[in-house]
């Protein structure tokens, strides 16, 4: 399931939010699904101007195969969070700052932060 919408703001900016909903299941032998998997991710974009905008994402995945009774045989959850600041400054130049946080519970969790500056080569032909 997925609905997306965009509203206008004052000073010529605007909000889009797009969140998705995921799930899949597949029956085995008997009560419980030899698959399992479901998601939620929320895509957020603050455009604050035409060159400039503010990109949030919130995102939860859970996955069971093989469950042969009420707990899978093998379990995999996921959550990813991350925020990116982005400034375009002409065709050819655009920088990004942002920061992103992966965690699973059977690995430790990453957090990033990082700086991207994009310049495009050529003539642009």
């Known amino acids: 399931v ?3 919408s965009r509203w206008a703001l004052p000073g010529g900016r605007s909000l889009e939010i797009d969140p998705v909903l995921t ?4 029956n085995g032998d008997g009560p419980y699904p030899s698959l399992d998997e ?3 991710r929320l895509l957020s974009m603050l ?3 035409a060159q400039e ?3 949030v994402i919130v995102q939860n995945e859970r996955t069971g195969r093989g469950a042969g009774g009420p707990a899978a045989a093998w379990v995999e959850r996921s959550r990813h969070r991350s925020m990116m600041w982005k400034k375009r400054f002409s065709s050819r130049y655009q920088v990004a700052l942002g920061t992103q946080w992966d965690a699973r519970p059977d ?3 990453t957090r990033e932060v990082f700086l991207k500056l994009e310049a495009s080569l050529g003539d642009g032909g």
């Open 107 to 109: 690995r430790p969790s």
């Open 47 to 49: 455009h604050l101007s």
């Open 53 to 55: 905008s503010v990109r």
């Open 38 to 40: 479901t998601g939620v």
């Open 23 to 26: 799930g899949t299941r597949i």
């Open 2 to 4: 997925q609905a997306s």
